[in-house]
């Protein structure tokens, strides 16, 4: 499985930026993509996912409202918008495939997302 993830750059505090993560390989609907970051000295943390069967999605509590998770399963491409950026939102974003019947994780590089204040 592998995972590429695009869309990151450098926006001002209350815009938005939209990233995109193609998952590759073998996959099936009994999965979860998620997206995590990793700010400047910080460490990782979960931001949200999606459950590619059922659509169900989940956030951390310091998004929701503003972040937006969606998958195109044609594609097999998850979107995660992000509306009104702060400065904190700063980060490494990755995004993350989790297959439910093996256990395993793949890891895809990050986007670097930068907020300006």
């Known amino acids: 499985v592998q995972l590429q993830a695009s869309g990151g750059g450098l926006v001002q505090a209350g815009g938005s930026l939209r990233l995109s993560c193609v998952v590759s390989?073998?996959?099936?609907?009994?999965?979860?993509t998620a997206w995590f970051r990793q700010g400047p000295g910080k460490e990782r943390e979960f931001v949200g996912g999606?459950?590619?069967?059922?659509?169900?999605?989940y956030y951390t509590d310091s998004v929701k409202g503003r972040f937006t998770i969606s998958r195109d399963n044609a594609k097999n491409t998850v979107a995660l918008q992000m509306n009104s950026l702060k400065p904190e939102d700063t980060a490494v974003y990755l995004c993350?495939?989790?297959?439910?019947?093996?256990?395993?994780?793949?890891w895809g590089k990050g986007t670097q997302v930068t907020v300006s204040s």
């Open positions: 993350n495939a989790r297959l439910f019947s093996t256990g395993m994780h793949y």
């Open positions: 390989g073998r996959t099936t609907n009994d999965a979860a």
């Open positions: 999606i459950r590619w069967s059922g659509g169900n999605t």
